[in-house]
């Protein structure tokens, strides 16, 4: 975010805190099913959606109505949100309502959409390691496409940070990753698999053991501690290490029996869903009982998303927002660090 952004969230974020209420600060968006890649692990298996898309003006005016209950941050996703064909109007009614655009894509069509690209405040671009790796994963033939897609990026002076997924084909590629983001001066962020939609996918044959996977962790958090340019604070990454079994993604209804970061989920983060459907949370698809926003209007959309029952995950990206929203101090510090640095 830049400093404007910045400082309204966190204004906000300290008004609810006092009044305790809610305001959606950070909403991803996915704005098609369409996709143009078959990643084995796709929590949704989206490539393999019919749904119609949104009509343009339904996205339009979803985006003033989510300015109007306080939004300060949008990313947009898929699918493959670049699929549009008007993706630069999206982009340009976001910026219009004052609000970051932020984009998470495969980067195959980066190139063909860099006017577009260039209005938006950042993308995020996954790449799952070196190309034997990577295409285990995402697809034979995609690494050089998504490399060309970054390299395309760059160029054109857009914004860039990378995700990697970690699984059992690339759990040893972290330190690949952080070798490319260095040498092409952005940042690399880790995740790891996401909880599944019941019925679209099973991804449980990505998933490395628990050893694997905390050894990634810890190496992520090492790295980021000794400087490496790694997206998140290396509490996320050493909490992931501490995750006493990766099988149980998210926790439900109970309190963990461990020291664990609070979901803020539903409070101060929406996801809406390219069905209508809007969530606290991608990883509740399926799992919680959503409304449509076409059907039920958005702000009843949002207000059923403060009824949720999810306690806990292991998810880097969501614990380094849970941490800013219960005003973790070590991290809200790296993001300021992080706004001077103009990350």
Known sequence: MGIYNRAAFMLTLFRDHIFKSRTPLVVVLNVTFRCNLRCGYCYGQYFDRQDEDFKTDELLSLIDGLAKLGTRSITLGGGEPLIRDDIGLIVE???????ECGFNTNGILVGKRIESLKKADMICVSIDGPKEKNDLNRGAGSFEKIMAGIDAALAA???VHTTTVITRYNYDAVDWVVEMARNKGIQAEF????????????????MADNQKLKAAANRIADLKAKGAPILFSE?????VADWPDFSQRIILGKTPDF???PCSAGRFMMFIDADGKVYPCVQLIDVFKALDFRQSGLKAAWDNCGQHQCRA??????NEFNSIMTLNPKVIASQVINTIKGR
Do not use: A, W
């Open 259 to 261: 020291d664990y970061i």
């Open 191 to 206: 995740n790891f698999l996401f909880n599944q939609s019941e019925g679209k996918t099973d991804s449980d044959s990505f």
């Open 313 to 318: 995950c292991y998810f880097p990206c969501f």
């Open 235 to 239: 509490k996320v990454y050493r909490y």
């Open 93 to 99: 009614r976001i910026k219009k309502n004052k609000i």
């Open 157 to 159: 002076g857009i914004k």
